[in-house]
């Protein structure tokens, strides 16, 4: 039973380029969430969607960046014309229906823009 | 903004100590969640305490909390040079936002 997956673990782009970032949730979990993490900072909330549904992107920026999560296949964050300050660490959470579960963090995907 | 604030922001114990870290937040909370994470790495659950309950045991960790004062307090008994990482708490705000805040951390060192 796999965790949740997260690819690719390290992705480096030109300012910009987009950046595509995957994640499949755990077998049986349909609420993923996307956080980001600045160096030694914690993690900031950026959108929790549910099957063909984003639920809340009150932490995503209003420009340039879109998150989906398909019928079939994995969640994708997706970053156009990417910026200096979109260098973080992007990860992707997963919980099963209904309240009061913990998370599951796959390992994140660091993105670098040069 | 996030919710959660962490202190101490670094704490540095021998093994074998018991090591504690506090968590304050603002809101009322459904239930409020205690992560690690080593460096480079995901975060990993550790555990759980509901806002119906005063107190939890998981293993060497031991959490409270308390709703009047809005905190809460992680304890690592005995620790290990293998505890050593940042520890995150995380708290899902009442209502139906499904969503967790998490503070800043703390960066905990458990020198052998």
């Known amino acids: 039973n796999a965790g949740v997956m997260q690819n690719p673990r390290h992705l480096v782009r030109r300012r910009g380029q987009e950046a595509r970032l995957r994640c499949s949730p755990m077998?049986?979990?349909?609420?993923v969430y996307w956080y980001r993490q600045l160096p030694e900072e914690g993690l900031k909330f950026m959108v929790y969607l549910q099957k063909e549904n984003i639920i809340d992107e009150s932490g995503m920026p209003k420009e340039r960046f879109s998150a989906e999560f398909p019928k079939e296949g994995p969640s994708i964050l997706r970053i156009q014309q990417v910026v200096r300050g979109d260098s973080a660490a992007y990860f992707c959470?997963?919980?099963?229906?209904?309240?009061?579960?913990?998370?599951?963090f796959g390992s994140g995907t660091r993105l670098t823009v040069v | 903004s996030q919710q959660g604030e962490e202190d101490p922001q670094a704490l540095s114990i021998q093994e074998g100590e018991n090591a504690t870290m506090n968590c304050s937040y603002k809101?009322?909370?459904?239930?409020l969640q205690w992560y690690r994470q080593n460096s480079g790495r995901g975060l990993v659950h550790l555990i759980l305490i509901r806002s119906n309950e005063r107190e939890k045991h998981s293993g060497r960790l031991r959490v409270t909390l308390d709703t009047s004062k809005k905190s809460s307090s992680l304890l690592i008994t005995a620790s290990r040079a293998a505890d050593t990482a940042s520890y995150f708490c995380a708290t899902e705000p009442s209502g139906n936002t499904g969503k967790l805040i998490f503070g800043q951390g703390t960066t905990l060192q458990v020198k052998p």
């Open positions: 809101t009322s909370i459904n239930n």
């Open positions: 959470a997963s919980s099963p229906p209904g309240r009061g579960y913990g998370y599951t």
């Open positions: 077998k049986g979990h349909s609420h």
